[in-house]
């Protein structure tokens, strides 16, 4: 849930900075600076909680603190990608396949009750998909829309 109100409030913030700088709204580059916004908050949970995050990883995958580590970064690249004219197309599909990709290790926690920020097993399970799942097909469609759509 945190995730998505830092981009729908980076989002409207940037959009009213548009209209106040450049004289009119612009979507699409305050649809980048939202996911962006979005990105860099979730990297810093990368980095926060790392030990909660690794349980989120299933079992037969080894260095998962490295793996952690690795996408936090990875997050941290692609909202400055998204920002970059010659390098936002590439850093967006590179994003909808990452967000593809962590798809499963979101369903594994689920299924395993991961509370990450606690790092222990009494989180909210199965009932968390009906939310995550559709919120990572928003994260999908808002960056396609935001940086490669025309």
């Not at 989002?11 to 709204?25: E, V």
């Not at 390098?87 to 593809?100: K, Q, S």
């Amino acid at each position: 849930m945190k995730p998505l109100i830092v981009l729908l409030i980076s989002f409207i913030a940037s959009l009213l900075l548009t209209k106040i700088f450049l004289g009119t709204y612009d979507l699409a580059l305050s649809g980048r600076v939202g996911m962006s916004a979005m990105l860099v908050f979730c990297a810093i949970g990368h980095f926060a909680f790392t030990k909660g995050m690794s349980l989120m990883i299933p079992e037969f995958i080894p260095f998962k603190i490295e793996v952690i580590y690795l996408t936090g970064l990875a997050e941290i690249i692609f909202a400055i990608g998204l920002l970059l004219p010659g390098y936002r197309v590439f850093t967006a599909w590179l994003l909808i396949i990452f967000l593809i990709l962590v798809l499963p290790a979101n369903i594994y926690a689920s299924m395993k009750q991961v509370d990450y920020q606690k790092a222990t097993f009494d989180g909210s399970g199965l009932t968390y998909l009906w939310f995550r799942i559709p919120l990572q097909i928003l994260f999908i469609v808002w960056t396609y829309l935001s940086a490669i759509w025309k």
